[in-house]
């Protein structure tokens, strides 16, 4: 299963360096979407989340505390939480600043003179 | 040694900058202008505390908590040596007047932005966190998108968006290899992945090497090198005088620091083969690209924009020789350039207002209508020339000798032949702006330039402490080099210690 995620992430991520190749800015946001998901994709796959044991703490009767040495690891997903919020952000950042533009830049790759 | 005190400067100038968005006008420009000098402040402390400490850093656990599981904040000589430029510079723009900037039409004005980039920028030179340094850059990232588009210039905004294109396939690189990085080791905290990674199981470890490689690539596209460099000089040279400024010491330095951390932390016995050779390619690529472009510029803004290319080729070269001597000159080349090329901006600033021409070819007569400019002008352009005794003379001297150690004829050759050139650029600007005769002089019609009524004081202020300190940084070179020296020492031998890591907390 996680050998999906792994190529799952890699199929997005290909997907949206395609799309950012198909040139302009709509394509290109797009390009980037697809990038951003499938990094949290990969970030996700880096838990090895699949068949393995959720990371809670138990109490045992004597008032210890343990966690299954084949847990899950939970820092990945504190990870992917903060990816996607930057991500989010920037991304709409990006589609701001794009609003802002006049239309025929949006659309033009071409050089402005100087 | 573990103190709370590392966070201070970050908490200084992200309040600062909290608190400037609440208010407009006067208020906002003086917190602007103070926020900065107290993080210096901070810093100093923060530095006095350390040497007095004897320790090699000083290290705050944010939240308490271990450093195998939370973020921790770092503060050691090197990080001391880029914050301190990077906040000099600051301040001194910040004090600069706002009558470069344009009118905000709407949403933020220049204060906040810049104290939000600044607050950035110090997180990711004070963190001892791959992730959170990716944090980091997305704050300052999105504060530099922001002052990019302050101007109304649209030719500067779609350039600007070339900008954000690029740092945000950027970002996205550093998180992958970040990704990755922890997927292989387990950890992000960079004192014990220097440990890990230096163990036999990850030296011969080429899946390792690969994203280490991704991780150098997206340095490379944050601090502009070759083949990332295009956007760089338009863009720049088309932004207003105060933030250009900010950007020519800031932006392209928080990747160059970066990889110089890497060295220090990842390869202390040299960048891996293979690597390094590509690393040399693209220093000289940047170098002799930059510095030729920059020699057929007649803008001087645009010169100086060149030029920034062409040193972060220096620094990138320097970073990948990866001994001591050469770290050592690559970082005091590295100071050298954040004061000088930002002096440089301030100084073309104002002569652009007065002459109301970026060009050089139309400048003219500073000598005669301001010596204290004059004098001014001198140091920075020699410096970055790289004549004695100038601060720029010893760094770009250490980095040719650092070649020269290691026996790299070529790229010696190549050095110097981008010394040449840029000492060609920096003749052009001096001769043509300060000892040519000014247009007044040669038409005879109008009255002389009078640059008194021209520079405000705070901008002769601004102007003349950064080339009191590029005079003064020159005169000092020796025991700044030993010093810094130490720094790289300490900084290789950290690596192999045990400090910091998990349960062998110092």
Redesign the interface.
Known sequence: MNVILVFLAAFVFSMGVYW?CLGG?SR?LVG?LL??QA?NV??FA?AKPVSAIPPLIKSLPDGQTVVASSAT?P??QA?IL??IV?GM??IA??VY??A???NK?RTDWE???? | MSTLWVIIPLLVLFFSAGLSLLFTGLITRWIARLAPLGALVAILVLLLKLENSGQPYLWTPLGAWSPQ?GIVLVFDRISFLFLVATLIVATMTLWFSPRFLPEPKKGLPFEPLALFLLTGITGAFLTGDL?NL??WF?VF??SS?GLF?LSQN??S?????KY??MN??G??LF??AA??I??QT?TLNFARLSELINQEEFTNNPSIHAVLFLLTVSLLIKGSVFPFIFWLP?AY??LPTPIVTLFAACLTKVGVYVLYRMTLTFFPLGWPEGLKEILFVLAALTMVLGVLAAASQWEQKKILSFHIISQVGYMIFACAIGTEWALTAGLLFTMHNILAKSNLFLIAGVMEERFGTDDLRKQGGLMQSSRFLSFCLLIPTFSMAGLPPFFGFFAKMSVIFASLKEQMWVMTLLCLLTAFFTLYSMAKIWLESAMKAGPAQRSSKSEEFDFRKVALKTEKAAIGTLAFLSLVLGLAYAPLWNWTEQAVKTGFQLEHTKLMTGSKQP
Do not use: C, N, R, W
């Not at chain 1, 050089?111 to 100087?114: D, G, M, R, S, V």
């Not at chain 2, 905004?157 to 968006?161: N, P, R, V």
């Open positions: 950012i800015f290109l980037l990038i951003s990094i990969m970030l880096l690891d820092l990945p990870l903060t990816a930057i952000g920037l950042v990006v600043l794009l802002q533009l006049p830049t050089e402005p003179h100087l | 599981f992730f990716y944090v997305e990232v999105i998108f588009f649209p030719t905004h779609s350039l600007a968006l954000v294109i945000v396939i970002t996205m998180l992958t990704g990755l922890y997927g387990g338009k040279a088309s």
